[in-house]
């Protein structure tokens, strides 16, 4: 099982930036998808869900307008586009698979990738 993020950087406050994150090694199509971030000092937050087959979404109140997630299940990719970016979305952001079958829980991550909002 393999979660590469991609598309990290740095940006300056307002800009945006389009985060991918290429699955393999699992059916992707049948798992959620999610992003997470975590900041120096923080603990790891949810930034946005998606369903299986991408009908459903779910956003951090926070990220709300701002932060849109979708998902290619031909490319086992999903994505995050961020747009207006703030210095207080300064993270390393994570790539999230879940997938619950009966008593079973199977839950993959990526490695990050950094996101640095910065003048």
């Known amino acids: 099982v393999r979660l590469v993020e991609s598309g990290g950087g740095l940006v300056q406050p307002g800009g945006s930036l389009r985060l991918s994150c290429a699955a393999s090694g699992f059916t992707f199509s049948s798992y959620a998808m999610s992003w997470y971030r975590q900041a120096p000092g923080k603990e790891r937050e949810l930034v946005a869900t998606?369903?299986?087959?991408?009908?459903?979404?779910n956003y951090a109140d926070s990220m709300k307008g701002r932060f849109t997630i979708s998902r290619d299940n031909a490319k086992n990719t999903v994505y995050l586009q961020m747009n207006s970016l703030k210095p207080e979305d300064t993270a390393v952001y994570y790539c999230?698979?879940?997938?619950?079958?009966?008593?079973?829980?199977?839950?993959?991550w990526g490695r990050g990738t950094q996101v640095t909002v910065s003048s």
């Open positions: 998606i369903s299986s087959a991408g009908g459903s979404t």
């Open positions: 999230n698979a879940k997938r619950v079958v009966g008593s079973n829980a199977y839950d993959y």
